[in-house]
């Protein structure tokens, strides 16, 4: 295992926490020292969402949803967990006569959306709730395996969650997919990131040279997790379990899979792992 690796397991998730704010924040300084902040962005301290490359991963994944999705300009979309906006942003280029819904667990980053994206586009809605989860919101108070999507029936015709059943557990994941199917049409697109484990990602976890390293089951043998006390910080499940779930939750039709390198595979797409379905009809 690289220094990089050891380190990134050997400090307390808080530590790195804080430790990512301090060099974001210095960032931030030197920026706006020299002036040359984003325009439309949020400031680098505020990014609490993982990669430090906001602009380029949110870029991607709009391509992504165009060309593996098929996503269309007035499409009515939700985003799962919305962070603070990396795929909002961009996505206001492409939704002119369309929707996006977004909702996620941390009040900084709705409250910047709303600021910020939904001012100027008023065709962009973004929502908290204050679902508990260990490594994002620690005193949230309801548990999202019980979580109903504040939506109505059908009403979507693309429902994204990009990074976020990374950090959800098995009873919540399946919760929000039962949610999915309910919120999407019949025949609407469901676009997800996973960190999806089968026999090439299990052989390079224990070789040591996967990025993740998911050596505690959660609870039998399908969900693996790499912080020993917070299995939120990063989790991954069994490539089987996950197809499973998405067929009892009639959203299978059409799956395809474009895996990613964090397990450092041969062939890879983007970093996370891209399921790409469709509920129903
Ligand atoms: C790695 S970030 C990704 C954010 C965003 N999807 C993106 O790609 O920029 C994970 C996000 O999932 C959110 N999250 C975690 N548990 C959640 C839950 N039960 N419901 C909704 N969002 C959740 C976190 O607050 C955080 O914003």
């Given at each position: 295992m690289?220094?990089k690796?050891k380190?990134k397991?050997?400090?307390?998730v808080?530590?790195k926490?804080?430790?990512?704010y301090?060099?974001?924040?210095?960032q931030?300084?030197?920026f706006?020292?020299k002036?040359s902040?984003?325009?439309?962005y949020?400031p680098?301290?505020?990014?609490?969402?993982g990669?430090?490359e906001?602009?380029?991963?949110g870029?991607e994944f709009v391509k992504?949803f165009k060309e593996?999705?098929?996503?269309k300009?007035?499409d009515?979309?939700l985003?799962?967990g919305?962070?603070?906006?990396?795929?909002?942003?961009p996505?206001?280029?492409?939704?002119?006569?369309?929707?996006?819904?977004?909702?996620?667990i941390?009040?900084?980053g709705?409250?910047?959306?709303?600021k910020?994206?939904?001012k100027k586009?008023?065709?962009?809605?973004?929502?908290?709730v204050?679902?508990?989860?260990?490594?994002y919101?620690?005193?949230?108070k309801?548990?999202?395996d019980?979580?109903?999507?504040?939506?109505?029936n059908n009403?979507?015709d693309f429902?994204?969650?990009t990074?976020?059943?990374?950090?959800m557990l098995?009873?919540?994941?399946n919760?929000?997919l039962?949610?999915?199917?309910r919120?999407l049409?019949p025949?609407g697109k469901?676009?997800l990131t996973?960190f999806?484990i089968d026999e090439?990602?299990q052989?390079?976890i224990?070789k040591?040279?996967?990025?993740?390293?998911?050596?505690y089951p959660?609870?039998?043998n399908?969900?693996f997790?790499s912080h020993k006390?917070?299995?939120?910080?990063e989790?991954?499940?069994?490539?089987?379990?996950?197809i499973?779930q998405?067929?009892k939750?009639?959203c299978?039709?059409?799956?395809?899979i474009h895996h990613?390198?964090w397990?450092?595979?041969?062939?890879?797409?983007?970093?996370?792992d891209?399921?790409v379905s469709?509920?129903k009809?």
């Amino acid at each position: 295992m690289n220094f990089k690796k050891k380190l990134k397991y050997i400090l307390p998730v808080s530590a790195k926490k804080t430790l990512k704010y301090l060099f974001y924040l210095a960032q931030d300084i030197i920026f706006y020292i020299k002036g040359s902040q984003m325009e439309g962005y949020p400031p680098k301290r505020l990014n609490f969402v993982g990669s430090s490359e906001f602009k380029k991963v949110g870029n991607e994944f709009v391509k992504y949803f165009k060309e593996l999705g098929n996503l269309k300009s007035n499409d009515v979309v939700l985003d799962i967990g919305c962070g603070i906006g990396r795929i909002a942003i961009p996505s206001t280029k492409y939704l002119t006569d369309g929707e996006l819904y977004g909702f996620d667990i941390d009040k900084r980053g709705i409250k910047w959306c709303k600021k910020n994206i939904s001012k100027k586009f008023s065709n962009f809605h973004f929502q908290y709730v204050d679902i508990f989860n260990k490594y994002y919101n620690k005193k949230g108070k309801i548990h999202a395996d019980k979580f109903s999507f504040p939506y109505k029936n059908n009403k979507f015709d693309f429902i994204f969650a990009t990074s976020v059943f990374t950090h959800m557990l098995p009873k919540q994941i399946n919760q929000y997919l039962s949610e999915i199917k309910r919120v999407l049409k019949p025949g609407g697109k469901c676009f997800l990131t996973w960190f999806s484990i089968d026999e090439e990602v299990q052989e390079n976890i224990n070789k040591h040279v996967s990025n993740c390293n998911f050596i505690y089951p959660y609870e039998g043998n399908f969900a693996f997790y790499s912080h020993k006390n917070v299995p939120e910080a990063e989790i991954g499940y069994m490539e089987n379990w996950i197809i499973e779930q998405l067929r009892k939750f009639d959203c299978c039709e059409n799956l395809k899979i474009h895996h990613g390198n964090w397990s450092n595979r041969k062939e890879s797409l983007s970093y996370q792992d891209i399921f790409v379905s469709e509920k129903k009809k």
